[in-house]
């Protein structure tokens, strides 16, 4: 069975457009979210500004701003620095492309007035749209699984590698913020007001952010190569958008990645800072004899950005390994949860071999991945 | 050792056929996945809160979950693949249209393509492997390929289509595992292949 | 107040989409969450909508939700105390 790497990887988020530029401005502590203002209403969001987004845009691409959405140009953005910093074959049959995202440009149902067809709104479109820019010559994969996807179209990533199907798989994350999402989740009663506190007993709730990410996986190893051990997804059975009481599924994942019995140096946790999430995973990671381990979770910097988190948070993962640096758990303050958490309270050096990556997400999924650094 | 299709199940044309045999079929109708409920007798009243999409997978999932030598397996090595080419969207645009004045929670929360198999795991205890894939078209190629990998570690996938829009109404559910004593006898296997995938699919 | 009783029922039916309920199936003093109707979080926030939407009420506090939603008769009376 061949072995995974994550070897090259990218961020776009407001925090800026490269992985280092992300990397270094968390480790300053800096926060995407901000007070913006979508159809009247004032929302905590992490967004990033369109005339930005549009000058990076033309400056690296040399094409029209206007034939893509915002998503696509985040999209093509963060994939092409990948490919800049490495000499894969696009072309080859041993390539692929997967895209994970929850709602893609979902906002083309909000402005009727958008100069891009409709049908763009199919998330195959958007992934055929990004995969044609580079010319890729498999047809893209799509993961559409909730707040899991990225994660999970890692995992995918990593069995289609372990299974000698491809020699190289680039997968990216990616999801805007719009008022589908604002709304909804605003109705659910699930947005903080102010940046969000993961894991802290006043957190009351969850901010969403945008990003795209993308990092390329590979059978070879090579220096800095980060190793996906092991990878697996369980499905709660008990609730489609209330997490469960017992942390079920993600208890089983916990199970199936950590083989060896072996605890990880460190776990960035999924960690939205909303209620039940939080107390969840506590209980998971409890069952699992993890709730000594050190942990953060990036929401306090980003929000939530959905289906790009698994991947944009695994990239912190990666950087986290190569740097030994084990970043801060921003907005937490007190212990909030019925287990107490190790939380890492400042961004420090510490040497670390191994790194627990989870995700969870509406219907009931879950998703876990264990990374090595060799 | 060879995968084996065990079971499947189809919704189209208002009729829900399981293993070549019509269940139920309903006349002209606006509602026929709520008629179509009313006719399997499920009392599972949750049912009239999912969105049509949820309806879809937990009509074809019903009749191969329950079968004898199915319901069995161990629930946390049962793995649930699925796939279309619209996710979620016709809950989405039904949500959208609230979203500036009343936003609606209950609809907020199907749109995402997956929520149909937390609703299938929730009614089975289905705790194994998911995974949603969205597709131009339905392709076997896809599931066949991943179902396997699935059943390195899985003992078996529930997998296959389904499809919603405002005109059509295409499931398709087909359950993947291995030759057991309690199913040798009652199961009229066929081989887990793309072909065989196809030819169930398009019948 | 006993015609808001009525409509309460009859668009909670409707609201929460509880196709196989009639409106005499429903015992205004009876809990509306847990037994019963077997409603769950989810119904309470369309709940908080159905209340604004039809009747021009905000609850603010998720919390205050608890004790309105206890029957179809509280809700009734919160409605009747509350409306302008």
């Known amino acids: 069975m061949n072995k995974a790497f994550l070897h090259n990887a990218n961020i776009i988020s407001p925090l800026g457009f490269t992985t280092k530029q992300n990397f270094d401005a968390v480790c300053d502590g800096k926060i995407a979210m901000q007070n913006h203002t979508f159809n009247g209403v004032t929302y905590c969001t992490a967004i990033i500004e369109n005339k930005l987004l549009d000058e990076v845009f033309i400056q690296q691409t040399k094409l029209n701003p206007k034939e893509f959405t915002r998503l696509e140009k985040m999209c093509i953005l963060s994939i092409k620095d990948v490919l800049n910093n490495s000499d894969i074959d696009v072309k080859s049959k041993r390539t692929l492309f997967i895209f994970s995202t929850t709602k893609g440009n979902i906002d083309l149902l909000e402005n009727t007035k958008s100069e891009i067809p409709e049908e763009r709104v199919y998330l195959h479109k958007t992934a055929e749209i990004i995969a044609a820019h580079f010319g890729f010559t498999n047809k893209p994969m799509v993961v559409s699984n909730a707040c899991i996807s990225g994660l999970l179209a890692i995992i995918i990533a990593k069995r289609l590698l372990a299974d000698n199907q491809y020699d190289n798989i680039i997968v990216t994350g990616a999801d805007i913020v719009s008022t589908f999402t604002l709304s909804g989740f605003n109705s659910l009663g699930a947005l903080s007001s102010n940046p969000c506190k993961p894991f802290d007993k006043s957190r009351t709730g969850i901010n969403l952010g945008e990003a795209a990410a993308s990092v390329l996986i590979s059978n070879q190893q090579k220096e800095d190569g980060v190793e996906i051990v092991s990878g697996s997804s369980a499905n709660d059975a008990n609730h489609i958008s209330g997490p469960s009481r017992t942390g079920e599924g993600l208890y089983k994942c916990l199970q199936k990645v950590l083989v060896h019995n072996t605890a990880p140096d460190f776990i960035n946790a999924h960690g939205t800072a909303t209620e039940f999430n939080d107390e969840m995973e506590s209980i998971a990671f409890n069952r699992a004899g993890l709730q000594n381990i050190l942990i953060n979770s990036l929401k306090g910097y980003y929000g939530h950005t959905l289906g790009a988190a698994g991947v944009l948070e695994s990239v912190f993962c990666i950087e986290g390994l190569r740097q030994n640096k084990i970043i801060a758990s921003t907005g937490f303050e007190k212990q909030g949860t019925s287990i107490e958490l190790n939380i890492a309270t400042k961004t420090e050096n510490k040497k670390s071999i191994t790194c627990l990556k989870t995700a969870s997400g509406f219907g009931g999924c879950n998703a876990a991945v264990l990374y090595k650094m060799n | 050792m060879s995968n084996y299709i065990l079971s499947y199940t189809k919704i189209k044309n208002n009729c829900l056929w399981h293993n070549d045999k019509l269940v139920s079929k309903i006349g002209e109708t606006d509602n026929f996945l709520e008629e179509t409920y009313k006719s399997l007798d499920l009392a599972y009243p949750k049912f009239f809160k999912m969105d049509a999409l949820s309806k879809l997978g937990v009509l074809c999932a019903e009749q191969i979950l329950t079968d004898e030598s199915i319901r069995l397996l161990p629930k946390e090595k049962i793995a649930v693949v699925l796939s279309n080419k619209n996710s979620s969207l016709q809950t989405d645009v039904a949500y959208a249209k609230t979203m500036r004045d009343f936003p609606s929670p209950s609809l907020f929360v199907y749109t995402l393509p997956n929520i149909v198999t937390g609703e299938i795991a929730i009614k089975h205890k289905i705790t194994g492997e998911n995974a949603f894939f969205i597709e131009p078209t339905f392709n076997a190629d896809l599931l066949h390929n991943y179902t396997e990998l699935l059943l390195q570690e899985s003992e078996a996938v529930l997998c296959g289509w389904l499809s919603i829009d405002e005109k059509t109404c295409d499931g398709f559910l087909y359950f993947v595992g291995k030759q057991t004593e309690s199913n040798q006898k009652k199961i009229n296997f066929i081989k887990h292949n793309p072909t065989n995938i196809t030819q169930l699919y398009t019948n | ?84």
């Open chain 3, 1 to 84: 107040m006993e015609n808001l009783i009525e409509n309460l029922k009859k668009q909670i039916i409707e609201q929460l989409n509880l196709a196989e309920v009639k409106p005499y199936d429903i015992d205004a003093s009876a809990p509306l969450f847990g037994e019963g109707l077997g409603l769950d979080s989810i119904d309470a926030l369309e709940l908080i909508v159905l209340l604004e939407k039809n009747y021009g009420l905000k609850i603010q506090e998720p919390k205050d939700a608890k004790n309105i939603f206890q029957s179809v008769k509280t809700l009734a009376e919160y409605i009747s105390s509350h409306k302008k």
